[in-house]
């Protein structure tokens, strides 16, 4: 969460926090203007304090900074589990993205689209148990 803002995508400029009225399309606007600092994201990405460093997350300006990493992985998982963890996790804080339909709306179709997902990425299916998930990533490093 250090690294993500509300911005343009292509030039970085925050958007203040400026969006529509209409709160379905202030969501979509929300979705489309997460974007990450990319000076941030450049200064941890040449940090040689440890051996190996995740990023975790998405943005729309991916693009800008995705040839900085030596690897990708795209954390894949069925509609329906994604679902049930969104509303797992907003049962929890209302708050949280996916809290509202209008939300679980665009993560249907990003999840139907593959709409800013690396095409390049390794996937990794995290249906299945958290161990496995990660041994498979470790697998690749």
Do not use: M
């Amino acid at each position: 969460r250090e690294l993500a803002y509300q911005g343009d995508p292509e030039t970085g400029i925050p958007t203040d926090g400026a969006t529509p009225a209409n709160q379905d399309k202030a969501v979509t606007f929300f979705s489309e203007h997460h974007i990450w600092h990319i000076d941030k994201v450049r200064a941890l990405a040449a940090q040689q304090d440890a051996a190996v460093t995740f990023f975790c997350g998405g943005s729309r300006n991916f693009s800008r900074f995705i040839d900085l990493f030596d690897g990708v992985f795209v954390l894949d998982v069925d509609l329906e589990t994604s679902l049930r963890r969104v509303h797992e996790r907003a049962a929890l804080d209302p708050t949280d993205w996916g809290g509202i339909p209008s939300e679980r709306v665009i993560i249907r179709r990003l999840h139907q689209t593959q709409e800013g997902i690396p095409t390049n990425g390794i996937t990794t299916d995290t249906a299945a148990p958290i161990v496995d998930v990660v041994d498979e990533i470790l697998h690749h490093i």
